[in-house]
Structures are given as structure tokens and as C-alpha cells.
């Protein structure tokens, strides 16, 4: 299965996963997960529509190492998006797509338009709209299984001034954890991804700006993913 490339662990360490032979994944988030997709293209597993980031990755790996498989891929993530503006298309978005797995990767907008656009939201606006959604999605799919996306940032990204970010933005990633800790979801830890790999490079190597992750940081973002994904089935 796909978390044995990512961890680098044998097969024989490793559980096999049950997989199902049909599956729906949506991807949801802001442009982290949009990453340039043609939002006119929506179909599932669609090239043009899933983008040039991490769910491309994600996504390819899955349907290579998986030909056996009938699973369908979506990515709904919109650049510039806040939860609640998830929650307005949510509808179309996702639980129009019948999800077996709903990803999602929020929460930077919510700080960052505080600082950018005069947005007057809070971490709790923030904790309080992410549980609203979870508990619609799971109202309307009661067997859905959700993969939590920490929000992350790269300390010294052009787009980071630490004075405004820290520990201001901590508080957001906790909100995020509590949620999936509560929810009982899958959990990607962006942010220890990251921290780990400046260890082995700078910054600028994993992202351009220290918000949107480079075709490096794509990577790292992609085995992270998969590794949560492989363990709802094991």
C-alpha cells in the first residue's frame, strides 16, 4: 500500500490496510489545496481539476498503487478560503459528491485575512465553523471518515512577519487538533512535516512565500497526507 513508499518502512512492519473497492475522496481547503486546478473541469479523477500540489501527488500515488480499486477523487479547494466559506458551498461541494472521506486543510485564511483583508474572525469563529461543518457533513454521511489538515506556516516565508504569526497562529493549529481529537479524524501534522525538513534545507526550498509549499514541499505535504489516509483502513 501507499504508506510503505511514504514511510520507507517494509511491507512486512506494516498491517495491510482493508481497502474498499469503491471510494469517494474530496479534498477541501484554500488555494494550498486549489494549487491552480481548473475549476471548470469536474470530474472525477480529473487531471485538469485536481491541481499542482499535494492532492495531485496524493491522488496519483493512490490510483497508481491501486488499479484495482473503483475510486473517485475530488479537489473542491478554492483559493482565499475561509471556513465559513466552505460552509457556503458545501452543499455542491461535497455532500452533493456522496464522500466516503472528506480532507480538509483550513484554518491560514482565517489568521491571515485578520492581518491582510480586515477580516474580523476569531479562533473561535474558526473552532466553532469547523465543528458546525463536520457535524453537517456527518448528519448527511454518518459513515464518513475526515483527514484534519494542520494549518502550518514557515517562520522565515516572505509572507511571515513572527512578531503578528507567533504564538498568535498556534492558537488556530491547537483549535485544529482539539477538532480532530474530538471528532476522533485523521490527523496530518503540517507543521512538524515542515519543521522536520528545515532541518534538511532551507526554507525557501519548501516554499516560496512560507504559506504555499513549493513542488518539495508538495511532496513532504503528500506522504504526510497518505500516511493518514492509510490508516483509517487499517
Known amino acids: 500500500m501507499s504508506s510503505v513508499i511514504a514511510s520507507g518502512q517494509s511491507r512486512h512492519d506494516l498491517k495491510k490496510p482493508t481497502l474498499p473497492q469503491e471510494l469517494t475522496v474530496v479534498f477541501q481547503g484554500d488555494s494550498i489545496t486549489d494549487y491552480g486546478r481548473n475549476r471548470k473541469s469536474t470530474d472525477a479523477n480529473d487531471f485538469k481539476n485536481i491541481g499542482n500540489g499535494y492532492v495531485n501527488l496524493s ?35 461535497c455532500l452533493d ?10 484554518g491560514v485564511n482565517d489568521f491571515w485575512h485578520i492581518k491582510k483583508h480586515g477580516y474580523s474572525g476569531t479562533v473561535k469563529v474558526y473552532e466553532d465553523d469547523l465543528k458546525a461543518l463536520l457535524d453537517r457533513t456527518i448528519k448527511a454521511r454518518p459513515n464518513v471518515k475526515f483527514i484534519i489538515g494542520q494549518p502550518f506556516f514557515l517562520e522565515e516565508g516572505s509572507a511571515i ?14 483549535a485544529a487538533k482539539k477538532i480532530a481529537d ?26 516560496w512565500d512560507g504559506i504555499h509549499p513549493s513542488f518539495a514541499g508538495c511532496y513532504i505535504m503528500a506522504k504526510a497526507w497518505i500516511k493518514a489516509f492509510d490508516g483509517l483502513f487499517v
Not at 476522533?184 to 528545515?198: G, I, S
Request: no cysteine.
Open 59 to 93: 491522488a496519483a500515488q493512490l490510483v497508481g498503487e491501486n488499479p484495482q480499486t473503483s475510486w473517485k477523487y475530488y479537489n473542491r479547494g478554492i483559493s482565499g478560503n475561509k471556513v465559513h466559506q466552505l460552509a457556503e458551498r458545501w452543499d455542491k461541494d
Open 97 to 106: 459528491l456522496t464522500p466516503d472521506v472528506v480532507s480538509i486543510l483550513i
Open 161 to 174: 512577519d513572527m512578531e503578528e504569526w507567533f504564538p498568535a497562529f498556534t492558537q488556530y493549529q491547537k
Open 182 to 207: 474530538e471528532y476522533n479524524t485523521a490527523w496530518v501534522p503540517y507543521q512538524e512535516v515542515f519543521d522536520e525538513a528545515l532541518k534538511k534545507a532551507p526554507h525557501t526550498y519548501w516554499s
